[in-house]
């Protein structure tokens, strides 16, 4: 066993090195500059109109009821759908890890990558509503694929490309729910529990090689609760999701609040060394200071996406279930996802490790670098709370408990990606297979180790990203083409036709249905 896992470390090292390199952050960072410039910085110059129709929309009956219409969900389920993908364990172990590897100054390398990742999901969501379509079993299907293979693939010569980079997309996509979707997700629950509830007399237990019959219990049982919702179906993930995402946000970023509020002499100090390390964290690591920065700049980035999943490609596959018409307010919320995601959570958790006596030594020295004994990247928020909350361990026992919602629906989130992926292509008849084989690989989480679990979801987030970010880069154009059509419609209050599809059928339905809803 200790052999195998040797080898696909070796070999997933390689790979990691190559799509986590200069290209890949380039390319990640680059696709979001682009759209953020030729859409004139939407996401700062409308910002009060993606706030309106996403958070100031959230008691409006027609983006909060459920959709009676086979296969798509309200724009909420949408998003908290989304959002049980995203709000995981990148944005508790995740930005743990970053600070850990790359110092205070990753936290700022994060913002960065998601400010300007709002706008890459943006533009993810806005093709993914503009070229989906109906599947046989008349529900709706949209993602990557589909505005690569019919949007990059129908451009002169671009066809075979299109078609390829699709197929390549859904390969890597199907992959990365078993990395970031499932295995990633399921080893931080199971390191995190372990931490904080006595688990010995099963821990003690070698069922093999480094695997206890704690780990192959929880992985078991984890694996069962998945089963029982996944097989259900979207309707059934999304049921779950509105009902546990707002929950499970509002009480963990309570906590936060608490502590900060509690350790308020170092929140100041903490923005200092968020700000100071992301360009000079010589003073706790030392050594050649481009090759610091460079791996402060690479965690940060790599975090936030993993966090945020802007630029995957992923959250676009259920964005396109909304029973929106209009691609521009998809893409809105695509926006929202990624500030509530990273621009809230992640740095409420940033704030915890910081301030909670970090400053000091406590947890986490942020002038050091260096992570108190007895902790690692997978439990050192939960030892920031329980530095605060410390009777009965309830902190850390806290923060085990939110692992477990945010890493667990994670899965949830994740298998709809995989399933969609799959549906694209073998058929929306045989997605059932696939959702089965995502159940399956739970246990693998539970028995590898941290960083190998982390180091995969890595990986398949890289593969899957590039030919994503091809896709978005190739299609910005268009992308600016429907923002400005529907400003025009909205602000201007010009009478032209709205760009709702590009499938002629479906443009001219979806203009039936807003003449028969007015």
Same mark, same amino acid.
């Given at each position: 066993?200790?052999?195998?896992?040797?080898?696909? +470390?070796?070999?997933?090292?390689?790979?990691?090195?190559?799509? /986590?390199?200069?290209?890949?952050?380039?390319?990640?960072?680059?696709?979001?500059?682009?759209?953020?410039?030729?859409?004139?910085?939407?996401?700062?110059?409308?910002?009060?109109?993606?706030?309106?129709?996403?958070?100031?929309?959230?008691?409006?009956?027609?983006?909060?009821?459920?959709?009676?219409?086979?296969?798509?969900? $309200?724009?909420?389920?949408?998003?908290?759908?989304?959002?049980?993908?995203?709000?995981?364990?990148?944005?508790?172990?995740?930005?743990?890890?970053?600070?850990?590897?790359?110092?205070?100054?990753?936290?700022?390398?994060?913002?960065?990558?998601?400010?300007?990742?709002?706008?890459?999901?943006?533009?993810?969501?806005?093709?993914?509503?503009?070229?989906?379509?109906?599947?046989?079993?008349?529900?709706?299907?949209?993602?990557?694929?589909?505005?690569?293979?019919?949007?990059?693939?129908?451009?002169?010569?671009?066809? /075979?490309?299109?078609?390829?980079?699709?197929?390549?997309?859904?390969?890597?996509?199907?992959?990365? $729910?078993?990395?970031?979707?499932?295995?990633?997700?399921?080893?931080?629950?199971?390191?995190?529990?372990?931490?904080?509830?006595?688990?010995?007399?099963?821990?003690?237990?070698?069922?093999?090689?480094?695997?206890?019959?704690?780990?192959?219990?929880?992985?078991?049982?984890?694996?069962?609760?998945?089963?029982?919702?996944?097989?259900?179906?979207?309707?059934?993930?999304?049921?779950?999701?509105?009902?546990?995402?707002?929950?499970?946000?509002?009480?963990?970023?309570?906590?936060?609040?608490?502590?900060?509020?509690?350790?308020?002499?170092?929140?100041?100090?903490?923005?200092?060394?968020?700000?100071?390390?992301?360009?000079?964290? +010589?003073?706790?690591?030392?050594?050649?200071?481009?090759?610091?920065?460079?791996?402060?700049?690479?965690?940060?980035?790599?975090?936030?996406?993993?966090?945020?999943?802007?630029?995957?490609?992923? $959250?676009?596959?259920?964005?396109?279930?909304?029973?929106?018409?209009?691609?521009?307010?998809?893409?809105?919320?695509?926006?929202?996802?990624?500030?509530?995601?990273?621009?809230?959570?992640?740095?409420?958790?940033?704030?915890?490790?910081?301030?909670?006596?970090?400053?000091?030594?406590?947890?986490?020295?942020?002038?050091?670098? +260096?992570?108190?004994?007895?902790?690692?990247?997978?439990?050192?928020?939960?030892?920031?709370?329980?530095?605060?909350?410390?009777?009965?361990?309830?902190?850390?026992?806290?923060?085990?408990?939110?692992?477990?919602?945010?890493?667990?629906?994670?899965?949830?989130? /994740?298998?709809?990606?995989?399933?969609?992926?799959?549906?694209?292509?073998?058929?929306?008849?045989?997605?059932?297979?696939?959702?089965?084989?995502?159940?399956?690989?739970?246990?693998?989480?539970?028995?590898?180790?941290?960083?190998?679990?982390?180091?995969?979801?890595?990986?398949?987030?890289?593969?899957?990203?590039?030919?994503?970010?091809?896709?978005?880069?190739?299609?910005?154009?268009?992308?600016?083409?429907?923002?400005?059509?529907?400003?025009?419609?909205?602000?201007?209050?010009?009478?032209?036709?709205?760009?709702?599809?590009?499938?002629?059928?479906?443009?001219?339905?979806?203009?039936?249905?807003?003449?028969?809803?007015?």
């Amino acid at each position: 066993m200790d052999k195998i896992l040797q080898t696909i +470390e070796n070999v997933n090292g390689e790979i990691n090195g190559v799509v /986590w390199g200069t290209f890949g952050l380039l390319l990640l960072v680059g696709t979001g500059i682009i759209v953020t410039l030729l859409t004139k910085f939407f996401q700062v110059s409308h910002i009060g109109l993606w706030f309106k129709h996403t958070l100031g929309s959230l008691f409006s009956k027609d983006v909060i009821k459920h959709s009676k219409e086979k296969g798509s969900i $309200s724009p909420f389920q949408a998003l908290c759908t989304a959002l049980v993908a995203t709000v995981g364990t990148g944005n508790i172990a995740g930005v743990a890890t970053a600070i850990w590897i790359g110092g205070a100054g990753a936290v700022f390398w994060m913002w960065v990558a998601a400010f300007f990742g709002m706008m890459t999901n943006y533009a993810e969501n806005v093709l993914g509503i503009y070229y989906r379509r109906k599947n046989e079993k008349d529900e709706w299907s949209g993602g990557a694929m589909y505005y690569l293979a019919d949007g990059l693939g129908k451009k002169k010569g671009m066809k /075979w490309v299109g078609k390829v980079l699709a197929v390549l997309f859904c390969i890597f996509a199907m992959l990365a $729910s078993f990395g970031i979707g499932s295995m990633g997700q399921v080893n931080k629950i199971v390191t995190n529990v372990a931490q904080a509830f006595d688990v010995s007399a099963l821990s003690s237990i070698e069922v093999f090689s480094g695997v206890s019959l704690y780990n192959i219990i929880l992985g078991a049982l984890i694996m069962l609760l998945t089963a029982l919702i996944t097989l259900g179906g979207l309707k059934r993930i999304a049921n779950v999701a509105e009902k546990i995402v707002p929950f499970m946000v509002v009480l963990f970023v309570a906590g936060s609040l608490v502590i900060i509020a509690i350790n308020y002499a170092n929140i100041i100090p903490a923005f200092k060394a968020i700000f100071v390390n992301a360009f000079s964290p +010589e003073a706790f690591v030392g050594g050649g200071i481009g090759a610091v920065i460079g791996k402060v700049v690479t965690q940060g980035f790599k975090r936030g996406v993993f966090s945020n999943e802007a630029g995957l490609g992923s $959250s676009v596959m259920v964005h396109s279930n909304s029973n929106i018409k209009e691609p521009v307010k998809q893409g809105m919320w695509g926006i929202f996802e990624v500030f509530a995601d990273t621009m809230v959570v992640c740095t409420m958790t940033a704030l915890v490790i910081l301030t909670a006596g970090g400053l000091n030594g406590g947890v986490f020295n942020a002038v050091t670098g +260096e992570i108190a004994e007895g902790y690692t990247d997978a439990t050192l928020v939960g030892g920031a709370f329980n530095s605060v909350f410390s009777w009965g361990g309830i902190g850390q026992k806290f923060i085990a408990i939110a692992m477990f919602l945010f890493a667990f629906t994670t899965v949830l989130g /994740w298998s709809h990606y995989g399933s969609k992926a799959w549906e694209y292509l073998f058929g929306a008849k045989t997605t059932f297979i696939f959702r089965i084989i995502h159940v399956c690989t739970v246990i693998f989480g539970a028995i590898l180790t941290s960083s190998l679990a982390w180091d995969i979801s890595d990986t398949f987030n890289g593969l899957m990203m590039i030919p994503n970010l091809i896709g978005v880069l190739a299609l910005s154009p268009l992308v600016v083409k429907i923002t400005r059509n529907y400003l025009r419609r909205v602000k201007k209050k010009e009478n032209i036709e709205p760009m709702y599809n590009v499938d002629p059928e479906i443009q001219a339905e979806e203009m039936a249905r807003v003449i028969s809803e007015d």
